[in-house]
């Protein structure tokens, strides 16, 4: 078994920001960058939800989410003082993925075809589905953990937004799917659709997954509805998950 390298690592450099700090939220392990960075003023905040490769962790991530939010800062103090991107603060968030780091379960579930394991398309799928589940998770309470690093009110949290590589890349996908609260993503290898696209897997995997329920979420603006899930078919509609 060999790990998914970060296609990102060789152009970072070591990061200048103090360490992110850790809060256990609903039971998963959250790292947070930029809560020392924030504007003295500010009046929002921006999160980044980073995710990691397969096979690779958390910390994956964090000399990314430092390289971002070191070229905001350095942005903002380029602007003019009555800029309203003067008050906004930025911070990146990032969690080991399901059967990941802290949370693995079973190392085989973890590895390829090649590494033999048969099911490696449906163990890929449920921890795509599985992440996206918790960062709507995390969306929810967040705001409830950080607001004690702030000594007044706590601005408000005005944007979410995801990169994801590899492993988090396909899972960025399914974010941007499931959950409309996050306007934008960043997807570093990544397939958004595997039953139309035959050339991404096997055809005895496309008839795996192609009966198989997964997680999508129906919410909109003015109600949050429950998760349901839909079975997948070649052609169903344009934002189905898969």
């Not at 103090?77 to 603060?89: K, M």
């Not at 941007?176 to 397939?191: D, Q, S």
Request: contains cysteine; positive net charge.
């Amino acid at each position: 078994m060999s790990s998914t390298n970060n296609p990102l690592s060789s152009t970072l450099s070591p990061s200048s920001l103090p360490p992110p700090k850790t809060y256990n939220i609903a039971g998963i392990t959250v790292s947070i960058l930029g809560l020392s960075s924030l504007p003295p003023n500010c009046t929002s905040l921006t999160i980044l939800y980073l995710l990691h490769p397969r096979l690779q962790f958390a910390s994956t991530m964090l000399p990314i989410g430092s390289r971002l939010i070191s070229s905001w800062v350095s942005h903002q103090s380029s602007l003019p003082p009555s800029h309203p991107s003067r008050t906004a603060g930025l911070l990146a968030l990032t969690f080991d993925q399901r059967n990941h780091g802290s949370r693995l379960v079973d190392s085989v579930g973890n590895d390829s075809w090649r590494d033999g394991n048969p099911r490696h398309a449906q163990d890929m799928f449920g921890v795509y589905n599985g992440t996206a589940v918790d960062v709507s998770l995390l969306i929810d309470h967040v705001g409830s953990y950080i607001a004690e690093d702030f000594a007044g009110p706590m601005p408000s949290i005005e944007r979410n937004l995801v990169l994801g590589v590899s492993l988090g890349g396909h899972a960025a996908w399914q974010v941007l799917f499931a959950e409309p609260r996050v306007e934008a993503g960043v997807v570093i290898i990544g397939c958004p659709d595997y039953i139309r696209e035959p050339h991404i897997l096997p055809s005895c995997c496309r008839r795996q997954l192609r009966g198989r329920k997964l997680i999508y979420s129906r919410r909109n603006e003015r109600s949050r509805a429950p998760l349901q899930a839909h079975n997948i078919h070649p052609r169903s509609e344009e934002r189905r998950v898969g």
